[in-house]
């Protein structure tokens, strides 16, 4: 097998890294978390590690970052269908799990009140296009950023942070798409105008 330019060798590691950082982070949060078990799932060393993220932190908040740029690609805001926006996020978090419960970690460990991420990218865009469909007509009025607050949360309702039921895709397709229908229908009463 020829062996890969240095740069593709390099982005393979720091990838195989955040993979394993993401499952240690979402099992164990951040107090919990143990290098010496990421680098054993990376199959790489410490050195390349710290090199790559600095220290434990650094990494955690490669990780977190990693994540939500994930999930803001795989779930884009549709202001005209905040309905279907949340099904989506219900999917999303069926299909990766872990990056709710790295995001409840983050809020117990790092920011218990406020914001969840300071640094995060700009949510401008989205409360824009929130913005415009109230001023359509298509939205209810208020506060942009507060209903997308309540989009998601009501979104996360099954999530694997659920306070009372955490979904899994291992459950039946029927019992999914009845939860499906009333989220799309809350969130659609929730919205209206």
């Known amino acids: 097998m ?6 593709a060798r390099g982005a393979a590691t720091r990838r195989r890294i955040l993979d394993a950082a993401a499952a ?15 680098i054993a799932a990376a199959k790489t060393n410490k050195a390349q590690l710290y090199g790559y993220f600095g220290s434990k932190d650094g990494l955690f908040d490669a990780v977190i970052a990693d994540l939500s740029d994930r999930l803001r690609n795989a779930v884009p805001l549709d202001a005209d269908d905040l309905p279907g926006w949340a099904v989506s996020i219900y999917d999303e978090n069926l299909r990766h799990p872990e990056l709710a419960r790295l995001t409840a970690w983050l809020r117990l460990e790092r920011h218990p009140t406020g914001r969840l991420m300071d640094d ?6 989205k409360l824009e296009a ?11 009025q208020g506060d942009p950023a507060a209903l997308m607050a309540l989009v998601i949360s009501l979104a996360f309702a099954w999530s694997p942070v659920s306070s009372y039921h955490a979904a899994s895709a291992g459950e039946p397709e029927d019992v999914h798409e009845r939860r499906r229908a009333l989220l799309r229908e809350t969130v659609a009463r929730a919205v209206a105008p």
């Open 2 to 7: 020829p062996e890969l330019p240095t740069t």
């Open 24 to 38: 240690e982070f979402a099992e164990r949060g951040i107090a919990g978390a143990r290098i010496d078990r990421i």
């Open 120 to 125: 995060a990218p700009d949510d401008g865009p």
């Open 130 to 140: 929130i913005k415009a469909a109230q001023a359509a007509g298509r939205v209810r």
